[in-house]
């Protein structure tokens, strides 16, 4: 019996002993290998040099073993550029498809929407720097530019080119020409001797040699449009700002500064090929030398608006004279 209490008495002793046993048994292991838990990251984690990257990158550029470029094969690239090509293909069939729709909704000959036209704008010849005229009359390489555009612009005015292109017309009236809107439309003759003393026939300087220039306006060109509801729209000039006596007289060329209804309506550059515009020629004979003159050209006529200050342009022009001596 006693023999039996020592036994299991020693058996407990040896049960209570065991885990700090262990305890130290670990503790010992880890005194006796102290760079075993650094290594094991190391070798869960792994480590890739740069050679091990390159090696890869060039197996995925191009795999010998597999011969697949990028990881597709070469049957695998040929599928998918066929699958863009056919689907941008498509793609571009349908925009194509609605544009050439579109299109035929429109008419290359005359606008579709024309609610929105403006009475018509102006513009001056010579224009070389902006809308200040000046030269000096004892200098003529300051006025020859201005003489070489105007005879440069009038070229296609000659009485010769305009009995050859155009016909003649009845003054007073519109020339409406009906037929199909694809048909070439005739042009009325305007042919530059109709601007006498502003012409260039006379004399090749068109005023400037003199100190008394000559500028031409002309009204932009819209589709359709009758100025003056039957009424010739005229031209008038005056200083825009300050001394009215600075500009004391003006010529106009033809007529009285008109714009006769023979040339309306325009019927656009497809059909009216020979058109050229209706010029009315300005002479400026007695303009203050020495002194920078605001002048301001307007169009006065049924449905013209010349009064917009946000637009210089509508039914006016606005430029500068400066002629030294």
């Not at 403006?118 to 000096?136: D, K």
């Amino acid at each position: 019996m006693q023999m039996a209490r020592n036994t299991s008495t020693s058996g407990m002793e040896v049960q209570l002993r065991s885990p700090s046993q262990k305890v130290e048994n670990k503790h010992e292991e880890k005194v006796q290998d102290p760079n075993r838990e650094k290594d094991e990251p190391k070798g869960d984690m792994g480590s890739k040099t740069w050679a091990d990257l390159a090696g890869e990158m060039k197996i995925f550029l191009w795999n010998p073993e597999e011969r697949t470029c990028l990881g597709r094969t070469a049957k695998s690239w040929g599928l998918i550029l066929l699958f863009y090509f056919i689907f941008y293909t498509c793609l571009a069939g349908m925009f194509a498809f609605c544009l050439y729709v579109m299109l035929l909704t429109l008419s290359p000959y005359t606008p579709r929407f024309r609610d929105r036209v403006s009475p018509p704008g102006v513009m001056i010849r010579p224009y070389l720097n902006g809308f200040t005229i000046a030269f000096n009359v004892s200098q003529p390489n300051t006025w020859q530019p201005y003489v070489d555009s105007m005879h440069h612009f009038l070229a296609a005015y000659d009485d010769k080119v305009q009995e050859e292109k155009n016909i003649e017309c009845v003054p007073g009236q519109y020339f409406i020409q009906g037929g199909n809107e694809s048909e070439e439309k005739k042009a009325c003759q305007f042919k530059r001797s109709l601007l006498q003393n502003c012409s260039g026939i006379e004399d090749p300087t068109f005023g400037y040699s003199k100190g008394q220039p000559c500028i031409l306006l002309k009204m932009n060109r819209i589709i359709g449009y009758r100025p003056g509801a039957g009424v010739p729209v005229n031209v008038d000039c005056k200083v825009q700002k300050g001394n009215e006596s600075h500009l004391r007289s003006v010529d106009f060329y033809p007529g009285n500064g008109t714009f006769d209804l023979m040339y309306y309506p325009y019927y656009g550059k497809f059909t009216h090929v020979n058109y050229t515009s209706p010029l009315v020629a300005m002479h400026f004979t007695d303009v203050q030398k020495d002194y920078q003159v605001p002048i301001q050209c307007s169009l006065n006529g049924k449905g013209i608006i010349n009064d917009l200050n946000s637009d210089r342009f509508l039914g006016r022009i606005i430029f500068t004279l400066s002629i030294g001596k």
